[in-house]
Nanobody
Framework: QVQLVESGGGLVQPGGSLRLSCAIR??????MQWYRQAPGKEREFVAT???????NYLYSVEGRFTIFRDGAKNSLELQMNNLNVEDTAVYYC???????????WGRGTQVTVSS
């Protein structure tokens, strides 16, 4: 059984940075993604990382966010720079094993950008 556990959220001022981590308990070989859900809005895709290290980002975070895996920690990371208030949301980690129809979700970590 795979478990995903996010951490690293918090309160940051506009223009600041945070690094989110998604600990992978078990093993996933497949697509890894970050999503977010702001209050009153639907969950939206933020970033994806394929098994061959291709990445794709939501247009509004392109150039500010970086998704990558940390092999030493067995985790999925999201480095977020130049944060703005519109980035405020609960951020979720998602892993879809290759060939699987359903994936795994973490429980989320809150990111609040406010002055």
């Amino acid at each position: 059984q795979v478990q995903l556990v996010e951490s690293g959220g918090g309160l940051v001022q506009p223009g600041g940075s945070l690094r989110l981590s998604c600990a992978i308990r078990g093993s996933i070989v497949g697509i890894m993604q970050w999503y977010r859900q702001a209050p009153g809005k639907e969950r939206e895709f933020v970033a994806t990382l394929t098994p061959d290290d291709n990445t794709n980002y939501l247009y509004s975070v392109e150039g500010r966010f970086t998704i990558f895996r940390d092999g030493a920690k067995n985790s999925l990371e999201l480095q977020m720079n130049n944060l703005n208030v519109e980035d405020t949301a609960v951020y979720y980690c998602y892993g879809l094993p290759s060939g699987a129809l359903e994936g795994y979700w973490g429980r989320g970590t809150q990111v609040t950008v406010s002055s």
